[in-house]
Nanobody, 131 residues
Framework: QVQLVESGGGLVQAGGSLRLSCAAS????????MGWFRQAPGKEREFVAA????????IYADSVKGRFTISRDNAKNTVYLQMNNLIPEDTAVFYC????????????????????????WGQGTQVTVSS
């Protein structure tokens, strides 16, 4: 069992930055593929970014490419999402997720773009971007 706790959300003006963190419990964090998803009011949850277990591969949604960066520190059991140049359309609850699929190997990172790939989810952290 893995527990995920997100932090770092808040209110920021357009053009600003935030860094989300997701702390994971358990000793096997380094074996999981990790991802960030978000859900805006009235919309379905959507993929944001994912990273393989060894940080060798990452994948991003087109809407955040060049603005967001996902990273992880396996020694700290933590995955991060650095969000720069935020826009009002980024307003959402952001969720961290862990997958038994480690994201390594052919096609591995692409599988981490699918919500159904994930086995554990955090409770979410609110990000609000004002115009």
């Amino acid at each position: 069992q893995v527990q995920l706790v997100e932090s770092g959300g808040g209110l920021v003006q357009a053009g600003g930055s935030l860094r989300l963190s997701c702390a994971a419990s358990g000793r096997t964090f380094s074996s999981y593929g990790m991802g960030w998803f978000r859900q805006a009011p009235g919309k379905e949850r959507e993929f944001v970014a994912a990273i393989s277990r060894n940080s060798g591969s990452t994948i991003y949604a087109d809407s955040v490419k060049g603005r967001f960066t996902i990273s992880r520190d396996n020694a700290k059991n933590t995955v991060y999402l650095q969000m720069n140049n935020l826009i009002p359309e980024d307003t959402a609850v952001f969720y961290c997720a862990a997958s038994f699929s480690d994201g390594v190997g052919y096609g591995g990172i692409r599988r981490l773009a699918l919500g159904a790939t994930y086995n554990y989810w955090g409770q979410g952290t609110q990000v609000t971007v004002s115009s």
